[in-house]
Nanobody
Framework: QVQLVESGGGLVQAGGSLRLSCAASGSIFSINVMGWYRQAPGKQRELVARITRDGITNYADSVKGRFTLSRDNAKNTVYLQMNSLKPEDTAVYYC???????????WGQGTQVTVSS
């Protein structure tokens, strides 16, 4: 079992920045990929960014150049630095952990990010 605890959401004006954190506990050595997804009202959940244990990242096209995902394996934590935020970034952001099985995954409880225009 893996538990994920998120923090860092909130309300920010367009052009501002926020940093989300996600701390994993439990069977952490079974985690391969960690990342963030988001879900806006009336829309499907979508990938924002993800990072492997080896540090390989990939980003959604909509956030490339604005968001940076990093991972501290010693602290079992990933950080999503979000800059130049836009109103369309408004969503509930969910942390995700995918195990080496590439089948089992876990989700955090979600944190709200609201960007005002």
């Amino acid at each position: 079992q893996v538990q994920l605890v998120e923090s860092g959401g909130g309300l920010v004006q367009a052009g501002g920045s926020l940093r989300l954190s996600c701390a994993a506990s439990g069977s952490i050595f079974s985690i391969n990929v960690m990342g963030w997804y988001r879900q806006a009202p009336g829309k499907q959940r979508e990938l924002v960014a993800r990072i492997t244990r080896d540090g390989i990242t990939n980003y959604a096209d909509s956030v490339k150049g604005r968001f940076t995902l990093s991972r501290d394996n010693a602290k079992n934590t990933v950080y999503l630095q979000m800059n130049s935020l836009k109103p369309e970034d408004t969503a509930v952001y969910y942390c995700n952990a995918l195990l080496y099985s590439m089948i089992t995954q876990y989700w955090g409880q979600g944190t709200q990010v609201t960007v005002s225009s």
